[in-house]
């Protein structure tokens, strides 16, 4: 099947504007950057098929998201494709969801991001206890936040679509002290 | 003038000009004083008045348990009332105000109060304003409210910002003194993670203030030193201005750090304080201790100090309280006093010992042994005191020492009572295992030696440990020093409330003689300080009045906070609109160019009526179900929760959540479903569909969404854990709209790619996936709670707004409008559709109407509970409808209803209405209502009595559904 895509609205879009924003202290502290469009699925193992499934999502991009549970993500995707494409290889292993409208994923990455995140998250995220790849279910200023640290200094932040123009508003006020850049 | 600034010496810039202002008059302090510092040296020793007797205060601590020099910081929305004014540093342009006083601090009219003090003793308000009782709210309550209170709060928005934060460690270290400092270094040089949490400015606690030599160096030399190389760590965060306010369960501090409040207005940006959830593996509390006054007469004169705090002002402020002294105690950390200041050339008159066999070095100062001070004597400052055995002896200051109390509040956080320590004459802490242990001072370590070498211990945790410099030590011995009896003149034991020593065993003699009544009967150890002074003197008053040992009395209970913390730490960010966080749907772009007026549904906001010029809510609610009614309307009903439930037992699993069948559905089929609480009362309720075999996706109501889910939660882990099932919550992937009206199929058709829409593709209750224009992946469901030919239009949300226009393109021709959840009510009534007034908690499937639904051939969650005899009661108020006689009338909901004839009383109560909407169909007020056994009484007429807003009606009870009975529309 080919891959369509049709033109997806960020409920960022009029939000996230780019630029360079609060204290200018030299270079940024924090940067922001909305991943989107993205393809997100929900990936949950049926009854003892937990190590089957996460054997079956080798190569993709998958962070963890309870027991037995991932997020799946990929860019560059029409739209449904990933969704098809899990749903037939994982068949009676996983249920497959699609959540890639339901979720808005940041990155937030800098010297800073981690000081900022702490303002909302009680993870520890030492890199002794929350290495790059790991991934946590938290909540940040009210909001259900999944959170997974992508690189030494950075993060993706995936929150409910509904929530994430107030997260936003929250997220970018906190780094305003550390001077932020939208990219 | 008696205090004054020293010639040299203390860590302050000599160099530095600070302006600021008390009470209107400028002075000028230097960088590194706090307030009560530069006000003394300004000689200004009057700071304030007390609670009760107005009396003339000044300071008595130089740090955080000051009860006295309390000040309104700042004006404006910035201005804080009870600020301590030895905790505030002084900067340029700061502005403060004394509080308790009028006209004027100098000269304050409520200072008659002590001369009436005799009637004002503990109990007096108990005692005075019982009656008659009539008066109470009218005249005594405003009285004592205009009297008491200290200070005063702003009534203006808060300008500057809060922000709130974790942070976690392996070791927390609560205080910097040479005991914290030890146990830092031990902690750090093993490479954990380390947090230094110090209250003041600066880092270094008492070696800041004190006269010490370690290592050869001095205490502050060495104490920076050590902090040099902390900071050099990167394991280890220095976190001054930093109090540690509470100890939480999980071994997580709270802390507040004042970010900006030595500053007169916050850095862009930043905020003015930061508060601190503080995950420590372990903690070491090395808070010190806080040296205890004497209770004698007129103890709290402005000169009268803790022998501790002349020591810091001269040490650390290079202020002196008074150009003579008199320094008075039972221990021998008075002659520290003496020595220290003597050295910086302040004149003591005497060292006044309470002990007869007294042998510490006087340095050369004049020793009384074995009397004590007996009074006070001057007024707005000190000019003499008297002594027990008659000596009279001129001073400008009195330093008193009671002895020590380890400052354990934090170790009592979670409920374990401090321990009496006989020898030591103090409370220590509770042991509470190795994850937060106490430390030097705190734990009743009187010489320095003892505390870098129980720092160092402790803060080595059973590793690696570290060398103890060496030091020089103070020898310490004490006997008890609680209250001078034969004093004349008020003896404080609780400054700010002004409780006297005589209070307490007035209370024992009253029937407060339980420490904790005392505390309430008395005030003591109620006001901000929380009895961290006088507390321990009070204890063995009531003590020696009761005959009992001062462990049968006790401590009161230590809570947090440790000190007060600002309302502004507590909201951080989350104030005004960030109060909470707002939840909009894909569709509100779109509803907002339409004009919606929105609606707070829990975090929610749902488009709730479309006005065009010059409607009202009424008139654009009616005009929505006209045209919805008469044509086609279009509804944002993305809030509805949407769960994904796989799995091969899928079915199953709905039809234990259910109290109807889910597994027997077709594939492409949607139901309405009825979900009980384990109790048999009706939880909540709302369409399923069937998407394939081992795929449904349900639907909750908004309200309901993440309870439904906490519940499939918890029935699949604890009750049913064999199923093979699976659910998520995909109520945010899809934006879902309702189209709805004779003209739905007409409009929708349009966009549905390759199907014919007839009664037979899509017939009522169908649930298909589809595409819609072009290929947009849609989900197209059957579905009506307006109860007209209707649909629901699912699609992913990024798409949401946009099918939403092209709807409205689409329908167009037929003069389609959106509509809101107004309009929805307003229908929903019409029909006699169950909502929230009735979905309330209190209500059965059977009252609803709904009791056939019930299966009866299977289990599932609330069925034995459904079938108790209350539930299943004919007498219980069941849905009815319910509208006026006289169609012109109004009912309201929330009304009772009565017999025609009846009074209204609760014997007499048949129900009430539970939801009304003018239905525009029928030109009337409708409503539904719960009516003791309804379905019977359908026809009769009652009065519906609304004794709140004093209206009554007559009305007819009826069938719920008031519009199209039959469900021709529906079918249409």
Redesign the interface.
């Known amino acids: 099947m080919t891959e369509?895509t049709?033109?997806?609205?960020?409920?960022l879009q009029d939000v996230a504007v780019q630029g360079r924003f609060?204290?200018d202290k030299g270079a940024v502290g924090v940067t922001f950057n909305v991943r989107h469009?993205m393809s997100i699925l929900?990936v949950?193992?049926?009854?003892g098929q937990g190590a089957a499934t996460a054997a079956a999502l080798k190569g993709y991009e998958a962070q963890w998201a309870g027991p037995d549970q991932w997020f799946v993500l990929a860019e560059n995707r029409g739209?449904?494709a990933l969704y098809r494409e899990l749903k037939e290889r994982l068949a009676g292993l996983?249920?497959v969801?699609?959540?890639?409208?339901?979720?808005v994923i940041i990155r937030v990455a800098g010297p800073k991001a981690r000081?900022v995140l702490?303002?909302g998250?009680?993870v520890?995220l030492?890199p002794d206890?929350f290495p790059v790849g790991k991934s946590a279910l938290t909540q940040m200023?009210?909001?259900g936040v999944h959170l997974t640290r992508v690189g030494e200094d950075a993060y993706d932040l995936s929150v409910?679509?509904?929530?994430s123009?107030?997260?936003w508003?929250?997220i970018t006020?906190?780094a305003?002290?550390f001077g932020y850049q939208v990219i | 003038m008696t205090s004054y600034r020293l010639d040299k010496g203390g860590l302050i810039d000599r160099d530095s000009a600070l302006r600021f202002t008390f009470d209107g008059a400028l002075h000028i302090g230097r960088t590194g004083d706090t307030l009560a510092s530069a006000l003394m040296a300004n000689g200004v020793t009057l700071m304030g008045r007390s609670f009760k007797y107005h009396r003339p205060r000044g300071v008595i601590t130089a740090g955080a348990a000051e009860p006295n020099a309390l000040v309104e910081l700042r004006e404006g929305g910035r201005k804080e009332a009870n600020t301590r004014a030895t905790m505030i540093e002084v900067y340029d342009g700061l502005v403060a105000k004394s509080q308790n006083n009028w006209p004027s601090l100098n000269f304050d009219v409520g200072a008659v109060t002590s001369l009436a003090s005799s009637v004002f003793v503990a109990g007096f308000y108990y005692k005075t304003f019982m009656w008659p009782k009539s008066f109470w709210e009218k005249i005594y309550e405003p009285i004592i409210r205009r009297a008491a209170g200290l200070g005063s709060a702003s009534k203006l928005p808060d300008p500057d910002k809060y922000?709130?934060?974790?942070?976690?460690c392996d070791m927390l270290v609560i205080g910097s003194g040479p005991t914290g400092l030890m146990a830092a270094l031990a902690a750090a040089r093993q490479g954990k993670?380390v947090i230094l949490a110090g209250e003041g400015a600066r880092l270094g606690g008492s070696l800041l203030n004190e006269n010490e030599e370690i290592d050869g160096q001095s205490g502050f030399d060495w104490s920076q030193g050590v902090i040099g190389e902390l900071a050099s760590l990167p394991n280890v965060t220095l976190m001054p201005r930093t109090t540690i306010m509470g100890w939480f369960d999980g071994n997580i501090f709270g802390a507040v750090e004042r970010v900006s409040d030595h500053l007169r207005v916050p850095d862009?940006?930043?905020?003015r304080q930061r508060y601190w959830?503080i995950?420590a593996k372990r903690a070491v509390l090395a808070a010190g201790a806080e040296e205890r006054p004497v209770a004698f007469g007129g103890n709290d004169m402005p000169g009268v100090m803790q022998a501790s705090a002349m020591r810091t002002y001269a040490n650390r402020y290079a202020v002196a309280a008074g150009r003579s002294v008199v320094v008075f105690g039972g221990n021998d950390s008075i002659y520290r006093t003496a020595r220290d200041l003597k050295s910086h050339g302040i004149h003591v008159e005497a060292i006044v010992d309470s002990r007869k066999d007294a042998k510490a070095d006087a340095a050369g100062v004049p020793v009384i042994r074995g009397a004590l001070v007996a009074d006070a004597v001057g007024g707005k400052a000190v000019k003499s005191v008297h002594l027990t055995d008659g000596t009279h002896i001129n001073c400008e200051a009195v330093a008193m020492s009671g002895g020590w109390s380890p400052i354990v509040n934090l170790a009592c956080h979670r409920g374990k009572k401090p321990v009496w320590d006989a020898n030591l004459l103090a409370f220590l802490a509770p042991d509470n295992g190795e994850a937060f242990t106490v430390a030097g001072s705190a734990a009743g370590k009187m010489l320095l030696s003892e505390c870098l070498a129980d720092g160092a211990a402790k803060g080595a945790a059973g590793g690696k440990a570290i060398e103890v410099p060496k030091c020089r030590d103070e020898a310490f011995a004490i006997a008890p020093l609680w209250w001078v009896k034969d004093s004349h003149g008020k003896a404080f034991i609780d400054y700010q409330n002004d409780s006297t020593a005589k209070d307490l065993p007035l209370a024992a003699r009253e029937g407060y003689s339980d420490v904790e009544l005392a505390k309430r009967y008395t005030t003591t150890g109620m006001a901000t300080d929380q009895g961290k002074l006088g507390n321990i003197n009070a204890i063995a008053i009531l003590a020696e009045a009761t005959g009992r040992t001062m462990d049968e009395v006790g401590t009161t209970t230590f809570r947090p906070f440790y000190t007060p913390v600002s309302f502004g730490a507590f909201a951080g960010?989350?104030t005004g609109h960030?109060f909470?966080?707002?939840?909009?749907?894909?569709l509100h772009?779109w509803a907002e160019e339409q004009g919606a007026v929105f609606v707070e549904t829990g975090?929610?906001m749902r488009s709730s009526w479309f006005p065009r010029e010059g409607e009202d809510w009424l008139a654009s609610a009616s005009r929505e179900v006209l045209n919805t009614r008469g044509s086609v309307g279009i509804c944002d009903v993305s809030t509805l929760g949407k769960i994904?439930v796989?799995?091969?037992d899928a079915g199953v699993f709905l039809d234990k959540l259910y109290c109807n069948t889910f597994s027997t559905l077709a594939v492409g089929k949607a139901r309405y479903g009825l979900m009980l609480r384990e109790d048999g009362i009706v939880y909540d309720d709302g369409t399923t569909s069937r998407l394939a075999e081992d795929?449904y996706v349900m639907t909750t109501t908004t309200a309901n969404a993440a309870k439904v889910m906490a519940q499939m939660e918890f029935a699949h882990q604890a009750l049913f854990p064999d199923l093979?099932v699976?659910y998520?919550s995909?109520?945010?992937?899809?934006a879902q709209m309702a189209v709805a009206g004779p003209k739905s199929r007409a409009t929708l058709q349009k966009l549905v790619d390759d199907l014919v829409m007839t009664d037979e593709t899509v017939p009522y209750m169908a649930a298909l996936e589809v595409t819609i224009m072009h290929?947009?992946?849609a989900r197209l469901f059957r579905l009506s709670f307006s109860g007209e030919h209707a649909y629901e239009l699912s699609v992913?949300?990024?798409?949401g707004?946009?099918v939403a226009r092209a709807v409205m393109q689409a329908g167009e021709e037929f003069g389609i409008c959106p509509y809101g959840v107004e309009a929805l009510s307003i229908m929903r009534i019409e029909k006699g559709h169950v909502a929230g007034g009735e979905l309330n908690g209190t209500t059965t499937a059977g009252d609803l109407g709904m009791g056939k639904m019930v299966s009866t051939k299977k289990d599932f969650i609330g069925r034995m509970m459904a079938q108790r005899p209350g539930l299943v009661d004919p007498n219980r108020q069941q849905v009815v409808g319910i509208r006026p006689v006289d169609p012109k009338d109004r009912i309201r909901a929330g009304a009772h209803l009565l017999k025609q004839d009846d009074k209204p009383s609760m014997a007499n109560d048949q129900g009430y209405i539970t939801g009304v909407a003018w239905s525009p169909m029928l030109d009337m007020w409708v409503g539904l209502a719960l009516f003791a056994n309804g379905r019977a009484r359908h026809g009769e007429i009652v009065q519906a009595w609304d004794g709140l807003r004093g209206h009554r009606v007559m009305a007819e009870i009826c069938d719920p559904m008031h519009f199209d009975k039959e469900n021709k529309r529906l079918h249409a």
């Open positions: 369509r049709f033109n997806r609205v960020s409920p609060g204290a469009p929900t949950i193992a049926r009854a739209e449904g996983a249920s969801s699609d959540q890639s409208h339901g979720r000081a702490a303002k998250t009680p520890d030492h206890q200023a009210h909001v409910f679509r509904g929530f123009e107030s997260f508003e929250w006020e906190q305003e002290e | 922000e709130k934060s974790y942070a976690h993670r862009p940006y930043e905020p959830k995950h960010p989350f960030h909470q966080p707002v939840r909009k749907t894909p772009d975090l929610w994904d796989q799995g091969k795929h093979d699976t998520v995909v109520t945010e992937q899809w290929g947009i992946p992913p949300a990024d798409y707004s946009m």
